[in-house]
């Protein structure tokens, strides 16, 4: 049960970095390599997440 909530509070903390990671590239006056890179990491995060859970229910 902790794995489980874990699992579902790194989730949300990768949504909140990908929502900085968008919000950041609305900037202007800003860099845009770490916004990019914070987007990039997280959304692959969460599509990673999704697909072994994904693959975890396949299994059942």
Known sequence: M???FAIIGLV???LVAL???IAGLFQNDRQKVFPILGTIFSS???LGTIGLI???LSMT
Do not use: E, P, R
């Open 12 to 14: 949300l903390l990768s």
């Open 44 to 46: 692959f995060t969460i």
């Open 54 to 56: 994904l693959l975890g």
């Open 2 to 4: 902790a794995i489980g």
């Open 19 to 21: 929502g900085l990671g």
